[in-house]
Each structure stands twice: as structure tokens, then as C-alpha cells.
């Protein structure tokens, strides 16, 4: 029997088919393997390959038996079902393949990067700092080219020693490509092992070490920049590669104590503050020309004049500190930032636009980008400040400011489906956030969705009763439905958790007042009345402190005074149509045809950037 089957083996040319069959399939799949390393393409297109060459090796098979013969002969229907079962397998391994399992896709946008805390092979712990601000320099090169979307360090520091893949991460990002690599610092030399990787095949595309002296660093920093791009088939201008080879010192001390104070003053705690500006201090001690390390000294003393309140001093001294950086360096993003917060810090929101915009036209990659946007919403240019800060999300997805700024936004312009999009966003990668709680409350309460506001508020008590946002949500919520009592008890309580400075005043004092405890409703006011105003005769162009001027002179009863401030508060780009409409505050206003027709002035300034109002 088994003779036979042989012999018919050789007549039939089985073996010849299956040869046929077999080099076929293997060149295929070889000139695809070699394409797809070449050009980076999807694993995917060489498991397609594979399984049809496995799958049709069969059909082959069966062919060669009953065809191969010199006379044609006709497909028999055993043929036919024998053929329909292996395309159906077929067709199933390719689905499963293709949809069902292996990873799932990343969402990339077109030449993207991650650049991953570089690892610290040092013999001494304390060299982390220095494969930290290597990483960070290395990701400041890459943000000067225009046409690379480079995530914010705030982002990729998360991934500090991290478990996850690069694909996993790549996905979270939203990146092509990933940066690793690691930083061993001995005594004179640097020795930085560098990676590219590409994130959908989880292939290198780049890959190289360099060991030289560490007066080379910058050398080092600029070439890795320059080869990725390369890697990413960028083509940078002549302008961007100047930028990305200039040195920002010459003396490495001085570089090593900049970086140092670099990352005491990432941790905005008071005493690393103050420690960041010894380290500063040092680096200039070694070379006093170095434009960054002045930088680093305007925003830390910006942050202890507003962050910290150490006074008003600090506001001088930062403005000096930025102002010296850029005669120093003019071309530097970072004394543009320094100098932009401490402007916004002042209130001075137009001056500080200005800052940011220089900022980011250095470097496009700056997420200064996410400055630029906050402040034009502040300045109620709602649609302008729209692109910033999805700019803003794309290089930093994993920070909540930028969600929660574009839902403020979306909320003045009355796309509220959007809005709550970005507010419950903000929850998922910040659960313990309250501030949010304040907007998602708002949101839910002007539109009629108090069910929605109930159960959220709900929650958020149940795991955080002595929260004083919580309770000034919950008071908020029982003040705007008319509830004012239990409205008071809750916003009583969120002042005892933060303080009458702090707090909710303008709202405790309306509720004392109809209460009928006039007095201590008079004292609050008359506090926040004085505060507001000196703040306004500053220069401060906040929106806040004319809007809650109007409130407190509406609930006193001075209408000529409340209508004014409403006035300015738009004028300074108040923007929240519901909530001026809505606000209990407001009642002894609301009559006046003058506060119609300024309710009125904001309704025509949503509709001509294109939002609408219920």
C-alpha cells in the first residue's frame, strides 16, 4: 500500500509542486521581511504572509493529486468543499490575526517622540539628577524642530522605572517613536547608550554609544538630537540645527550645579525652592554669563513671590533674574517662560502672552504652548485659545491642566458634551482632583442635569467628607436651587477645612446676610471688597476679581457699582453666560436693563466664536 502511495507520489509530481510551493513561500516571505525591516512596516504585513503561505500549501497538495496530470480533468465537489474549508480557516486565522488578538493599535500622530528618563549607571545614586537633566536636554533639542511632536518632560517622567513596554507606553502617549537609553557619569568621562525605537513594530530604527569626556556633553546631546531626526527622515533647517549646536556654557561645573538646581526646583516644594537657588547660584559662581542658570532663577523667585508668598520682592527680583537671561541669550526659550510667569503671576495677562508666544516661536515644541492657551482663555478668546491647548495635550497627554482649561472652555462656548468629556478626563488621570468637582457641579447644575450633580457630589463626599471643595460644591449646588440653609451649613464647613481667605467669603457672607446675620456678613464683604479692588489697581487683568466685585456690590446693594464691575469683568474676558444669568448673587441686578444688555454682550461674543447658548 505504501508503495503504491509513493509511486503515485512520482507520477503525479507531488514532490515537485511541494518544492515549488515551499521556495515560493520562503522568497516571499524573505523579500517581505527584508522590506519591512527597511522601512519600519507592520509586523502584521509578514504574519499575513506566513499564514496564507501555510494555509494554501494544502490547496497545493490536493491540486498536484488530482490535476497535474496531461489530461484536464473536471473539480469534483468533494474538491470544492475541501477547498471552501481551508479559505474559510483561512479567513479565520486572518481575522483573528488582524482584529481579534496581538496588540492593540497605537493612535500616533506623524513623526512623534518620547524621550524616557535616561537610566542612571553611575557608581553613586546621586547621579540621578545628571541622567535626569541629560534626558531633559536631550528632549529640550528635539522641541526646537518644528515638525516633531516631542512629549513634555512632565509626561515622561511618569515612565521613571516603570514596568510598562514601550508599546504600552508609546500608546498612552500617542508616539511613533520611543527614546531610551542610559547615563554612566565616572569622574571625567560620560558614557550615554542611546535607542530609538519605533513603536508600532517594537523594532530599532536608531541605536548608538558614546564614551568620551564629559566636556563633550553638549556635543553628545546635539548629535543624538540630530541623528533622530535624521532616523524620523526630518530634514532640519539651517536655523534649527544652529540652535540645536549651540552650547550653553562652556565650564561643565557650571552646567552640573545648573542641572542640580534644575531638579530641586522641578519638585515646588519651599526648601527645594530654596535649594535650587544655591545651585543656580553656584553655576553662575563658575560661569557668569550663563543665560539658563539666571532663567532658573527668575522662576524660582517668581514662585516664591506667588506660589509661596514670601512677598512682593521676590516679583522684582524674578523680573531682574529673567530680564538678564535674555540680554545674556536672547535666542533661549526659557527666560521667556520665566518671565511669562511671573507676569501672569502679576496679572499682567497681555505682557505675559507676549512672553509665551516668544517662547514658543523659539522653540515650537515648548509646552509653553499650554501657557499661551490658558492665558487667551483667561482673556475670554475662547476660540483662539482652542489649537494651544490641544497642542498643549498632545505633548503633555498624561497632565490635567490642559483637559480641564479646553472643558472650561468648551463650557463658556456651550458645548457641554465636550466640556464634560475633558472634566471627567481630568477625574480619570487625577481621581483625588477637586477643582474639577467645582466645574463637572457647574456644568451639571446649568444645564439642568441635577441628578447627574447629586450622585457625583455624592460620591465624592462618601470618600471625602471634610473636603472643603466637596462641601463648597455641595453648597453651591443647594444655593443655586434655592436650598439656602443646608447651603449654608456646607459652605460653612468648607471655610472651617480651608479658611475665610481661602475660601468660598463672597458666597458665606450672601448666606449669612439672609440669614439675617448682617454684620458678620457686612465685615466679609467689606474684606473682599478692599481685597479685590487693590488688586484691580495693581494692573491685575483677571476676570475674577471684577466678577466677584459685581457679585459682593449686588448682594450690599450698590447697583451702579455691581454693573460696573460685571462691565469690567467681561471686558477682562468674563465668559460664563449661564452662570451670570443663573448666579443667586446677582438677584438685586438682574431686573436692570443695563445687566440685560451686558448678559447680552456676552451671548454676542460666544456666538462670534462659535459657540452657542441655552
Known amino acids: 500500500m505504501l508503495k503504491k502511495i509513493i509511486t503515485e507520489i512520482k507520477a503525479r509530481k507531488i514532490r515537485k509542486w511541494l518544492a515549488i510551493h515551499i521556495s515560493t513561500a520562503l522568497t516571499t516571505i524573505g523579500a517581505i521581511n527584508l522590506i519591512s525591516s527597511r522601512y519600519n512596516l507592520p509586523d502584521i504585513i509578514f504574519d499575513v504572509a506566513f499564514i496564507v503561505a501555510v494555509c494554501t500549501l494544502p490547496v497545493t497538495l490536493v491540486m498536484a493529486w488530482f490535476h497535474s496530470g496531461d489530461q484536464p480533468k473536471k473539480i469534483r465537489k468533494s474538491e470544492i468543499a475541501f477547498y471552501s474549508l481551508v479559505m474559510i480557516g483561512m479567513l479565520f486565522l486572518l481575522v483573528n490575526r488582524i482584529f481579534l488578538t496581538g496588540e492593540e493599535q497605537i493612535e500616533v500622530v506623524e513623526k512623534s517622540i518620547a524621550v524616557l528618563p535616561f537610566k542612571n549607571f553611575g557608581d553613586s545614586k546621586e547621579d540621578e539628577y545628571f541622567a535626569d537633566g541629560v534626558t531633559e536636554d536631550i528632549l529640550t533639542q ?109 565650564n561643565i561645573e557650571a552646567y552640573t550645579y545648573y542641572l542640580k538646581g534644575r531638579d530641586y526646583l522641578n519638585r515646588l516644594t519651599p526648601d527645594d525652592i530654596e535649594t535650587a537657588v544655591m545651585f543656580f547660584k553656584k553655576a553662575l559662581q563658575y560661569d557668569p554669563g550663563y543665560a539658563l542658570a539666571y532663567a532658573g532663577l527668575g522662576e524660582a523667585y517668581a514662585q516664591k513671590f506667588r506660589a509661596f508668598g514670601l512677598g512682593d520682592q521676590w516679583s522684582d527680583s524674578s523680573r531682574v533674574m529673567c530680564e538678564k537671561a535674555i540680554k545674556l541669550d536672547p535666542q533661549i526659550a526659557e527666560p521667556y517662560i520665566a518671565l511669562g510667569l511671573n507676569l501672569f503671576y502679576n496679572g499682567k495677562m497681555h505682557l505675559a502672552l507676549e512672553q509665551y508666544l516668544k517662547a514658543v516661536n523659539i522653540n515650537p515644541g515648548s509646552f509653553a504652548a499650554a501657557d499661551v492657551g490658558q492665558v487667551l482663555f483667561l482673556l475670554g478668546s475662547l476660540s483662539e485659545s482652542i489649537p494651544w491647548l490641544e497642542k498643549s495635550i498632545k505633548i503633555d497627554p498624561t497632565r490635567w491642566n490642559g483637559y480641564r482649561n479646553l ?156 454693573l460696573e464691575n460685571l462691565k469690567l469683568a467681561i471686558k477682562y474676558g468674563w465668559r460664563f453666560y449661564l452662570y451670570t444669568k443663573a448666579d443667586p448673587l446677582l438677584e438685586n441686578v438682574r431686573t436692570d436693563s443695563q445687566f440685560t444688555s451686558l448678559l447680552n454682550e456676552i451671548k454676542k461674543e460666544i456666538e462670534r466664536m462659535g459657540g452657542k447658548v441655552i
Not at 230 to 246: D, G, H, P, Q, V
Not at 442 to 451: F, K, S, V
Not at 538 to 556: D, F, K, Q, T
Request: a positive charge; hydrophobic letters at 35%.
Open 142 to 250: 528635539l522641541s526646537k524642530v518644528n515638525n516633531l511632536k516631542v512629549i513634555s518632560r512632565t509626561s515622561v517622567m511618569k515612565y521613571k522605572n516603570s514596568s510598562k513596554t514601550m508599546r504600552e507606553i508609546a500608546k498612552e502617549l500617542g508616539v511613533e517613536s520611543v527614546l531610551e537609553g542610559s547615563v554612566r557619569r565616572t569622574k571625567d568621562r560620560v558614557r550615554i547608550v542611546g535607542q530609538l525605537i519605533d513603536a508600532k513594530t517594537d523594532k530599532h530604527i536608531w541605536a548608538e554609544t558614546y564614551d568620551r569626556e564629559i566636556k563633550d556633553i553638549f556635543e553628545i546631546q546635539s548629535e543624538v538630537a540630530q541623528k533622530i531626526t535624521a532616523a524620523l527622515m526630518i530634514t532640519l533647517s539651517e536655523k534649527e540645527k544652529e540652535k540645536i549646536e549651540k552650547k550653553p556654557t562652556n
Open 407 to 562: 472643558g472650561l472652555v468648551k463650557f463658556a462656548l456651550g458645548r457641554y458634551e465636550e466640556a464634560e468629556r475633558f472634566f471627567l478626563k481630568v477625574l480619570e488621570l487625577m481621581p483625588e482632583h477637586t477643582y474639577v468637582l467645582v466645574d463637572l457641579t457647574r456644568l451639571y447644575m446649568l444645564t439642568g442635569q441635577i441628578p447627574k450633580a447629586e450622585a457625583l457630589l455624592k460620591k465624592a463626599f462618601e470618600n471625602n467628607p471634610e473636603s472643603g471643595r466637596v462641601n463648597f460644591c455641595l453648597g453651591e449646588l443647594n444655593m443655586f436651587n434655592g436650598n439656602f440653609k443646608a447651603a449654608k451649613n456646607y459652605i460653612k464647613k468648607s471655610i472651617e477645612v480651608s479658611s475665610i481667605e481661602y475660601g468660598p467669603a463672597v458666597e458665606y457672607a450672601f448666606l449669612l446676610k439672609r440669614e439675617g446675620e448682617a454684620k458678620r456678613s457686612s465685615e466679609i464683604f467689606e474684606n473682599v471688597i478692599k481685597y479685590d479692588e487693590a488688586e484691580i489697581t495693581l494692573g491685575m487683568e483677571n476676570h475674577n476679581y471684577p466678577y466677584e466685585l459685581a457679585r459682593s456690590y449686588s448682594v450690599i446693594g450698590n447697583k451702579k457699582k455691581s
